[in-house]
């Protein structure tokens, strides 16, 4: 079970981070008693004593004698447990003739739905696991002024270590030396950009937007860096994901409803077993104790519904073998149904609502308005670097080549060029036309542009660049980043001749010209799938670690209403309940940490709702975690993948929306089973108490009732291959134990009255009404109990007339005729024996016949007027 948090509390991990963050760096030092010359290695050693290894702790593992005892304990195997304890000591150990028959069959039902729980339970998530092994390298580290290189697991708060670029953060660190130092945290944040970092931060800003702090698991992309150590192992921001994955263990939407209805079950058990023997202990005298202890033990059994497991297990797996057709895993078969139950969608922005990939979407001159050659100067400065070309270079070559720019590739030749730099943020060409001119143009970020450009070009007209033209310029950069472009600035000059070798002070004097802008645009099938969800009853709400900006920009271009949105810093500050009344209204959610990613599905769920998550980064792993139903990608982090239920072999919408549809027709099927056997049972244990009250022996003897279950659950085996009606599969389902109640009630009472004419019937018409033609009366029941039984899940599967208006799927049509079969053979030939029983007269028939349609006609009467009450059917 989860662990209670307190939801007023911010996470302490993120309260320390943002504490050390601002102290002065004398102070921080004196904090942790150390000095830019390191640690000694006598406090090295007593810190790793104190703190112990830099690793994640994951807590004791289940042995194998744990798992199997998890595996048998659930509501339904306590009760069978119990029962055949009793059923054993009354059946053999006082019996005078030890009878093994119901305790074997009672086992063997454990055995059976132990074994699937079991196998399901070793396939589960091994989340916390897999965060192990991840941070395995050695590292620089100066203790004593002596630069030596340590194992990282050895690492504690208070060294202090050289980081350059490729290097893996060892720890929570804050940098106290920095130099073009650009870390990439996507996997913590979800930004897909490298973060530029410093030694100091401003405040007021989410931790993961500290600029002083790193964080272990993050690397260095490039630069390098002096940071001292903060936090080590299960302490850090990653760590305590780890411990927040391994503190609980919360059961699923599946599990839970299980639970309830098993629970309903064993209620209505403690509350008629004990009348029905008082019952029978009152008819059939105090000599009959023993007898009536033995009967009222056995109608426990026949209240459960001893196949539950297995039929659902079956549906499960059923549903996982039709995704695994569509290019879906499924770990967790309760997954599958809570598909179905699901009815908001959590996902992630990047590569699922995107297309992963950047593209050119803007050029523009420095009013703002399209220009063609601003494109035109981008291509040339893009194509003509001899570097690595970014995904930008990219962008801009592939929208060059669909302008039909590609011309230009031969008009010019390089004469030179200036590389990228992170410090400059830039780069530049020297181009040469074939008329001798040259020029140079640069590209890159608009604050960089901007430092180097004296003069702006307007409507072709080169001016001295000033305050108010360079603010103007600014605003066109910073309006489109917040529509969620992200905008760099083109310039260029002419004036270059005389010039042999270029260098950093050549871009000077340059002519700020333009803008181009970039995205990662919408996919096209993503609008199409989210109306599919939304058809389905399913809102989607997007959850990202991007700026509100680029989520804005890119939900609204996908129909999500804008009106409403909230970043992490808005709902940090809200209560939970004013968090709650905003989910029901905000379907955007930006700059996001984990934690508030965690928080908003755990809102969601408060609100009732049943929540699936989607994600595929390391920062995705708490809310995949929390969801009802967690979403990964076949190219997500191991983290991710493990803590999902589904994992998708393509990042597509569309096959979530099948998913649904599939738990759905999952969810319709288990349903059908689950009432028609709780009817039923229901049904028989009020024919039994009615028996046990006029009849002058026991209706019919313990193992027949076993038997007999058995074989109404075996006919149900072809439920999970059962088609379901498109409209009963257009919204949302879950587990309503109120209509459960209700199905129980009005068909179980009506079994009953089926059942009593039954009894009228074989005492009046065919006189098995004395102690001595019990067994007769015990056939007669047996037998029309099986088969009514079998023949009204015709009636109860479809909404519809059966046989004519709908007709069951050809497995379970197989499995319904096949226990009628055995049903019939059982009743009318010698078989009868083995289960201590006579043969019935071949004139029984008949009226078991004439029966079946009395009973068939009523059932429909009545289903016709449920389904008018209740306004569904499943």
Known sequence: MKKKENPERRNEVEKTLLELSGLEQKELFEKYQTDEYGLDPVQAADRLEEYGRNIIDFGKEKNLAVRIKDAIINPFNIVLLVVAMIT?????????????????????????????????????????????????????????????????EELVPGDIVKLASGDMIPGDVRFIETK??????????????????????????????????GFMGSNIVSGSAKAIILLTGGDTYFGSMAKSLNSYEEKSAFERNLDSVSKLLIRFMLITVPVIFIANFITKGRGGWLESLMFGITIAVGIMPEML????????????????????????????????????????????????????EKYMDVLGREDKRILRHAFLNSYFQTGLKNLMDVAIINRADKEDLGYLKEAYVREDEIPFDFTRRRMS??????????????????????????????????????????????????????????????????????????????????VLIGFVGFLDPPKESAGTAINALRKNGVRTI??????????????????????????????????????REACEKCDIFSKLSPYQKQRVVKMFQANGHTVGYMGDGINDSLPLKQADIGISVDNAV????????????????????????????????MSKYLKMSVSGNFGNMFSVLIASIFLPFLPMLPVHILVQNLLN??????????????KYIEKPKKWDLGGIKGF?????????????????????????????????????????????????????????????????????????????????VIGFTGLSALFDLPTMPISYMLWLAILMVVYMVFAQIMKVIYIKRHKDWY
């Open 88 to 152: 054993f000591i009354t059946d053999v150990v006082l019996a005078e003739e030890p009878s093994f028959a119901t305790f074997i069959m009672l086992v063997a039902v454990i055995i059976i739905s132990a074994t699937i729980s079991f196998i399901q339970e070793e396939k589960s998530n091994n989340a916390a696991k897999k965060l192990q092994g991840m941070i395995t390298t050695k590292l620089d580290v100066i203790r004593n002024d002596v630069e030596i290189e340590v194992d990282i």
């Open 638 to 669: 191991d983290i991710a993948k493990e803590v999902a239920d589904i994992i998708l072999l393509e990042k597509d919408l569309n096959v979530l929306d099948e998913g649904v549809v599939e738990g759905r027709s999952t969810f319709a099927n």
């Open 429 to 510: 060409v020297v181009l040469k036309d074939k008329n001798g001119k040259r020029q140079l143009i640069t590209k890159g970020a608009v604050e960089e542009i901007l430092s180097i450009c004296s003069f702006i070009e307007i409507d072709g007209e080169v001016k001295e660049i000033t305050d108010e033209l360079k603010a103007n310029a600014k605003k066109i950069a910073e309006e489109n980043n917040l529509e969620g472009i992200r905008v760099i600035a083109v310039a260029q000059k002419n004036n270059v001749h005389g010039v042999d070798v270029f260098g950093v002070q050549d871009e000077s004097e340059m």
């Open 309 to 360: 497991p297995v039929i659902m297990n079956s549906s499960l797996a059923r549903g996982a073998i039709n995704m695994s057709r569509k290019k879906t895993i499924v770990k967790r078969l309760g997954a599958i149904q809570t598909f179905g139950e699901m009815d908001v969608f959590c996902t992630d922005k990047t590569g699922t609502l995107t297309q992963d990939e950047i593209i050119l």
């Open 713 to 726: 659950d075996f006919a149900q085996l072809g439920m999970p291959f059962d088609h379901v009606e498109s």
């Open 542 to 579: 997007v959850l990202t670690g991007d700026s509100e900006g680029v989520a804005i920009n890119i939900c609204g271009r996908l129909g999500f209403s804008t009106e409403l949105t909230l970043t992490g810093a808005k709902i940090e500050a809200m209560t939970d309940d004013e968090l």
């Open 180 to 213: 073009d130092l650009f870390i990439d945290q996507s996997q913590l944040t979800g930004e897909s950009n490298p973060v530029e970092k410093f030694t100091t931060s401003e405040k007021n800003v989410g931790v993961t937007d500290l600029a002083n702090i």
């Open 744 to 824: 129980m009630v009005s068909f179980g009472l009506l079994s009953t009255v089926l059942d009593v004419l039954c009894f009228l019937v074989l005492w009046f018409i065919f006189g098995y009404n004395n102690p001595e033609l019990a067994g007769y009366f015990q056939c007669g029941w047996f037998m029309f109990g099986v088969i009514s039984q079998t023949m009204v899940i015709h009636t109860i599967r479809t909404p519809k007339l059966p046989f004519v208006g709908d007709r069951a799927s050809i497995q379970l049509t197989l499995s319904t005729l096949a226990v009628i079969a055995v049903t019939l």
